[in-house]
């Protein structure tokens, strides 16, 4: 059984293959090479931009693949949602599709635009939020640097944005929100009701949700003192229950937790402070609910 996966080319391409890293497996991309290479003998690699894997997976030229919401939308790609993979290239927030103009425009809501017109990479998108507004205007196709276009080429523009920063840096304002999109691992459905397929798509997505779990959190495990062993427990907060450990002497135990990288800093001298000793914290590849 050979699982043909896409993986997405540009932006999220590295972000994905330190993903993968964490979940377990290792993708080398050969320069110049749309066929990456991954340490697993069911799994077949190609390099493809994200707006096109729906399409390509839909049609099963692909088994499955890595892209955003919004192309699935986008494609009106019929097929198999398996996980959402919450990650992107800067960080791990999701991203908005937006309807921006210039801060000096009068345009302040959808309505605003009749007659107007709008530049976008993700036509369907946004006539669909036009004719739901019952709004007609002129959606053009744009190749990229979409935010420079107003207002000598566009009255308006939908985008896609995880901060905003570019938008205010080009003096443009969000009028509305379209769509909140993020990765997703998508499925061809005939690939989805074969049984080995499946098995190996969803051990993907269980690995790659687990790997996304773990981003910035942290392991802390330390020796106790059954005397402040309450006072320990307290301090510590928890994704469940600690795990506590009897050690050779019964005075002492072992305490293991999981907690928020950010968290832990603070936590581990007021932890030292109330008598815990041989404080170890280590780093977190995934965390399998």
């Keep these: 059984m050979i699982l043909k996966l896409g993986i997405p080319k540009g932006s999220l391409q590295d972000a994905t293959v330190e ?25 077949e690699c190609l390099l493809l931009r994200a707006q096109e894997m729906a399409r390509y997976v839909e049609q099963g030229l692909l088994d499955a693949g890595l892209t955003g919401l919004d192309w699935v939308m986008e494609n009106d790609a019929q097929v198999e949602e398996v996980a959402d993979l919450v990650y992107s290239k800067t960080g791990s927030g999701k991203a908005r599709w937006v309807l921006a103009v210039p801060n000096d425009s009068p ?7 009749q007659g107007k017109r709008i530049a976008t990479e993700a036509m369907n998108l946004t006539q669909r939020y036009l004719s739901g507004h019952g709004v007609e205007a002129k959606v053009e196709f744009s190749w990229g640097a979409t935010e420079v276009k107003p207002p000598e080429l566009a009255d308006a523009i939908v985008d896609i944005t995880e901060t905003g920063s570019s938008l205010k840096a080009n003096n443009m304002r969000i009028v509305d929100t379209l769509l909140e999109t993020n990765t997703k691992l998508i499925a061809n459905r005939e690939s989805w009701a074969d049984p080995d397929k499946r098995r190996k798509i969803e051990q993907l997505g269980l690995l790659l949700q687990g790997a996304i779990a773990a981003e910035d959190k942290v392991g802390l495990m330390m020796n106790v003192p059954q005397k402040v062993l309450e006072q320990v427990l307290n301090i510590l907060p928890s994704m469940n229950n600690p795990t506590i450990s009897h050690l050779s002497d019964p005075d002492w135990v072992a305490v293991q937790v999981i907690l928020e990288e950010i968290v832990a800093r603070d936590l581990i001298p007021e932890l030292r402070r109330v008598g815990a000793k041989a404080i170890v914290e280590f780093p977190l590849n995934k965390v399998i609910p």
Excluded: C, H, M, Q
Excluded at 31 to 40: G, K, L, T, V
Excluded at 107 to 113: G, N, T, Y
């Design 19 to 43: 993903l993968f890293r964490k979940a377990g497996f290792r993708i080398t991309i050969p320069s110049r090479s749309y066929y990456p290479r991954i340490d697993d003998p069911e799994i």
């Design 107 to 113: 345009i302040r809501s959808v309505k605003d635009l």
